[in-house]
């Protein structure tokens, strides 16, 4: 008797739970993971191939010939010797293990999954029995690194340590969803446990000098389901501003660039912070977690405090290419219009915090003007960061070059890999995570969001459903949409509208083209004209569907040309080109050996064209434009007309050293 009334309250106990989980809040939208995405086209198949076949690899054997990974079997005791590098290198094999793993998922690699079992024993024998991890203290605590403080955490504000711990969060829950294996996974509760059981309301009051724990919490918070990762999240965020304790190093210490609060965004709490300054992957992260902490408790101050922050960055401190971060001093935000191109930063990593951040605050509103910002950024920004073969990179994406200036951390082009190597690494785990942008749903709507070939197979809520995509897509808008639903049924297809299609390049008002494009988008269903009712900049097919059923888009590519808002001063008197998400420049050995002289007028013809041969196979545009010597004293010597080209943004860099300029000069 006493059993069956367990067994009872037992199914009553879990009829609760079951119904509790329903109602857990979360993202309106959802993701449709890049697992149920298989991409097939000539534009994101091969990044993603190189990806797995060469960066992925290529980044393994950096972290060994560095020390990184022997920071962990040192820290471990299972081997003898000194840390080696900065005292953030743990991250570069959790943002490694974290590509291996995608990659893993989508192309089963029976040698990868066992060499990273090996890894993980490693970083399993370096943590502390308390779940401390952090090799660069771990290693000789009695003489620890530079700036990691004498004792853990009291200097975070310089430390990393909890950054560290943020990113070993999200290579194991990368790879427990790869691979069902719980090792790295355990680690890292233990260590969340840990964190959690130190930081808090009640507890010792602090958050990370480098965020990135915020979003990686909510990560862990859904795989292990405990609330409370997402109430240290939440708790980091809020404590930002408050109780605010910087170590202050002397002048000219390297650690001195931390002495101020804004560099690491604590200068005021979050919700009155409402331009976007500091470091900026910091901050792209910080506002990553905002987003989902908005979403995942329903606390929308979040959202009005990160929207607040989105405005600042999108109207007044975004590069054309989506890039933010101006300042190579400190990494840093500019003021606002404070854009250079010679010198400009856009670090690689503060454009996937970008993309980050702005998927976050399309899933949390469905507004497709968040997608142009993520799809800006994605196409320029940040594939701009890796080399087309895969094993070089761009720390900094500056949209000027003048073939002197050594922007990518010291050197003039390409690099192989840098002692702070947090952008190769972000790239190997973005790459792979590209078709997870592609779709969304949100109940028996699905949402295309991105242009790229593929097939997928995608969960409504009422049925699932087969969709396939073929587009020559950046080079061509045409998609064609094959729509294979289980049955027949009505559900809503949202089919995403460029703003560039309408004129419009960006949300805000910092760009816009100064020609109009009078050629039209169409839509087919079909084979039949259908109207485009636009609703949160997509168009919305609702129907009956049933299998075979097609949506035909065509959005014109003409060649568009970009202008600055005056405020912006470096960009005055200049104009850029763009076709489709494509950001072009102008390099040096295309255009006679310089562009910086190279004037371009508004009417001269740009004729689109694709180079099958060249760097990979590009559309380039091809046209004339004016170059233009000057004498000593600045006067104009000579114009003479000359052939142009201009070729994709991310591109550039694949032919040496020499001029390349995205905004010329306009006549
Ligand atoms: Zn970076």
Redesign the pocket.
């Known amino acids: 008797m006493k059993k069956i009334a367990r067994f009872f309250i037992i199914v009553i106990i879990s009829a609760f739970l079951a119904l509790e989980a329903q109602t857990k809040k979360d993202y309106p939208l959802q993701p449709v993971p890049f697992t149920r995405v298989a991409v097939a086209d000539a534009f994101w198949l091969p990044r993603i191939e190189t990806n797995r076949t060469v960066t992925i690899p290529f980044i393994l054997k950096k972290n060994e010939e560095t020390g990184r990974i022997d920071n962990f079997a040192i820290a471990g005791g299972l081997m003898q010797g000194k840390y080696r590098g900065e005292r953030y290198n743990d991250t570069d094999v959790y943002k490694w293990i974290e590509g291996a793993s995608y990659s893993l998922q989508v192309h089963p690699d029976p040698e990868l999954d066992k060499y990273l079992d090996g890894v993980i024993a490693k970083i399993a024998a370096a943590q502390e029995p308390d779940g401390y991890l952090f090799t660069a203290r771990t290693t000789d605590p009695a003489h620890p690194q530079p700036g990691i403080g004498p004792e853990r955490w009291v200097e975070e504000n310089v430390s990393h340590e909890l950054y560290n711990a943020g990113h070993l969060y999200e290579a194991a829950v990368a790879h427990f969803q790869a691979t069902g294996k719980r090792a790295l996974l355990d680690v890292a509760i233990k260590n969340a446990d840990l964190v959690a059981s130190v930081f808090g309301p009640d507890k010792r009051h602090g958050f990370p000098g480098h965020q990135e724990i915020e979003l990686a919490l909510v990560k862990l918070y859904r795989v292990a389901g405990n609330e409370k990762y997402l109430n240290l999240a939440k708790y980091f965020l809020d404590q930002r501003g408050h109780d605010v304790k910087l170590t202050q190093y002397p002048p000219g210490n390297r650690f001195a660039i931390y002495n101020d609060a804004e560099q690491i965004q604590a200068h005021k709490p979050i919700f009155e912070q409402d331009e976007a300054v500091g470091h900026a992957?910091r901050a792209a992260y910080m506002f990553t977690g905002m987003a989902d902490v908005a979403a995942l408790t329903g606390d929308l101050k979040y959202f009005d405090a990160v929207q607040r922050l989105w405005e600042n960055v999108v109207n007044k401190k975004m590069y054309l290419t989506g890039g933010i971060g101006a300042r190579h001093d400190r990494e840093r935000f500019g003021t606002n219009y404070e854009l250079p191109n010679l010198t400009g930063y856009a670090?690689?990593?503060?454009s996937i915090g970008m993309a980050f951040w702005n998927y976050r605050m399309f899933l949390l509103t469905g507004e497709a003007k968040y997608l142009d910002v993520m799809e800006r950024v994605i196409y320029n920004g940040v594939i701009s960061g890796v080399s087309l073969e895969g094993q070089a990179f761009f720390?900094a994406n500056p949209l000027e070059s003048d073939g002197k200036f050594k922007f990518n951390e010291g050197q003039l082009g390409r690099a192989p890999y840098f002692g702070?190597a947090?952008?190769p690494g972000?790239i190997s785990r973005f790459i792979p995570s590209v078709p997870g942008y592609v779709y969304a749903v949100k109940d028996d709507a699905l949402y295309v969001n991105l242009f790229v070939g593929n097939t997928a197979r995608i969960a409504l809520k009422s049925q699932a459903v087969n969709i396939k995509q073929e587009t020559r897509y950046p080079w061509d808008g045409a998609v064609k949409i094959t729509v294979e639903p289980e049955k027949a049924g009505e559900f809503s297809i949202n089919v995403r509208i460029p703003g560039w299609a309408q004129n419009r390049p960006v949300p805000g008002d910092l760009y816009k083209y100064i020609d109009r494009s009078a050629e039209k988008t169409v839509l087919k269903v079909n084979g039949s004209p259908a109207a485009l009712n636009m609703d949160k900049g997509f168009a919305r097919i609702r129907r009956n569907w049933k299998k075979g059923d097609t949506i035909d888009l065509v959005l014109p590519m003409p060649v568009r040309r970009a202008v600055a808002q005056a405020m912006v001063k470096d960009d005055t008197g200049k104009v850029a080109l763009e076709r489709g998400p494509l950001v072009y420049c102008a390099e040096w050995l295309d255009n006679g050996g310089e562009v910086l002289n190279l004037v371009l007028a508004d009417d001269a013809q740009l004729k689109p064209e694709f180079q099958a041969d060249m760097l990979k196979g590009i559309v380039v545009l091809k046209g004339k434009a004016l170059a233009v010597t000057k004498n000593a004293d600045g006067s104009i010597a000579d114009k003479k007309e000359q052939d142009f080209l201009a070729i994709p943004y991310y591109a550039w860099a694949h032919r040496g050293p020499g001029e390349m300029a995205v905004w010329l000069i306009r006549n």
């Open positions: 992957v670090e690689t990593c503060a720390y702070t947090c952008c972000n």
